[in-house]
T-cell receptor
Framework: GAGVSQSPSNKVTEKGKDVELRCDPI?????LYWYRQSLGQGLEFLIY????????KSGLPSDRFSAERTGGSVSTLTIQRTQQEDSAVYLC????????????FGPGTRLTVT | KQEVTQIPAALSVPEGENLVLNCSFT??????LQWFRQDPGKGLTSLLL?????REQTSGRLNASLDKSSGRSTLYIAASQPGDSATYLC??????????????FGTGTRLKVLA
């Protein structure tokens, strides 16, 4: 079946603009995660959804970052007033349930803020 | 606070060698541990998932072991091939705090297998 998909694959934006990144999880997966991978850094957890609710938002780096999930499926990560330090690859993952199950990752969105 | 370390950071080996990648974590109270590979410019591919109650998992030429008490996992790759060249990441999932589960990733081992 189809894997996790993300769009766009690449996004170049000017400093100060808002961007929206989209994630389509595997059908039937109730858990969804967003991560960020900066150049030379490990993966950094951002937010976790179980269904449409986000019990753990502790990884969001500032209030410019927000995310929502609708219909227990598609999720959107929004970055307002982008800064150059927001440049990174944003990865989305989904899993069948919240605990003990494998995470499946999408190909990521490479965000470049100029 | 859980910290995950992977050694070595980079490794270059001739084709056919058996090799071991190491992952260590500071808090042994984990729920599970997952090994991934990441190819340049691509997302992560899950390789093996080991639950905290398990000691090892095998898939083809890959074998991952878990020693929770010492905070270590190893990924063993048998008869390495050039197609194994990638960055290998381990991720540890902590036990539930405040009703949530969180994966903490290591910074990876960049493997190059020479033909």
């Amino acid at each position: 079946g189809a894997g996790v998909s993300q769009s766009p694959s690449n996004k170049v934006t000017e400093k100060g603009k808002d961007v929206e990144l989209r994630c389509d999880p595997i059908s039937g997966h109730t858990a969804l995660y967003w991560y960020r991978q900066s150049l030379g850094q490990g993966l950094e957890f951002l937010i976790y959804f179980q269904g449409n609710s986000a019990p753990d938002k502790s990884g969001l780096p500032s209030d410019r970052f927000s995310a929502e999930r609708t219909g227990g499926s598609v999720s959107t990560l929004t970055i307002q007033r982008t800064q150059q330090e927001d440049s990174a690859v944003y990865l989305c993952a989904s899993s069948y349930a919240g605990q003990g199950t494998e995470q499946y990752f999408g190909p990521g969105t490479r965000l470049t803020v100029t | 606070k859980q910290e995950v370390t992977q050694i070595p950071a980079a490794l270059s080996v001739p084709e056919g060698e058996n090799l071991v990648l190491n992952c260590s974590f500071t808090d042994s109270a984990i729920y599970n541990l997952q090994w991934f590979r990441q190819d340049p410019g691509k997302g992560l591919t899950s390789l093996l998932l080991i639950q905290s109650s398990q000691r090892e998992q095998t898939s083809g030429r890959l074998n991952a072991s878990l020693d929770k008490s010492s905070g270590r996992s190893t990924l063993y790759i048998a008869a390495s091939q050039p197609g194994d060249s990638a960055t290998y990441l381990c991720a540890v999932r902590g036990v539930r705090t405040s009703g949530t589960y969180k994966y903490i990733f290591g910074t990876g081992t960049r493997l190059k297998v020479l033909a």
